[in-house]
């Protein structure tokens, strides 16, 4: 049973930092792409970032390019997402989400999802 558990979420101001981990339990994760989505109160679901398998290519939404980077431990079956100069309008519970070994990443084609983590930036 593949499993994504999201932590570090929380409330901070805005120009704080937070870094969110997701673990993965259940499926190679070596074998896996990885993403970040987040979800607004009253908003669609978007994409944040993407990081292929290997750890060698990432993608970023627009909104959070040069402020947000993604990373993995192959080592660890851990995701990370650091973030960095925070906004308000990036409140919302961000989803950790995995896909096969597709590169560019499938940003509507993601397998497995966890249950997310909320993160509130106060202004």
């Known amino acids: 049973q593949v499993q994504l558990v999201e932590s570090g979420g929380g409330l901070v101001q805005a120009g704080d930092s937070l870094r969110l981990s997701c673990a993965a339990s259940g499926l190679a994760f070596s074998d896996y792409t990885m993403g970040w989505f987040r979800q607004a109160p009253g908003k669609e679901r978007e994409f944040v970032a993407a990081?292929?398998?290997?750890?060698?290519?990432?993608s970023y939404a627009d909104s959070v390019k040069g402020r947000f980077t993604i990373s993995r431990d192959n080592a660890k079956n851990t995701v990370y997402l650091q973030m960095n100069s925070l906004k308000p309008e990036d409140t919302a519970v961000y989803y950790c989400?995995?896909?096969?070994?597709?590169?560019?990443?499938?940003?509507?084609?993601?397998?497995?999802w966890g249950k997310g983590t909320l993160v509130t930036v106060s202004s």
């Open positions: 989400a995995a896909d096969s070994k597709f590169w560019p990443p499938r940003r509507n084609g993601m397998i497995y």
């Open positions: 990081i292929i398998w290997s750890g060698g290519s990432s």
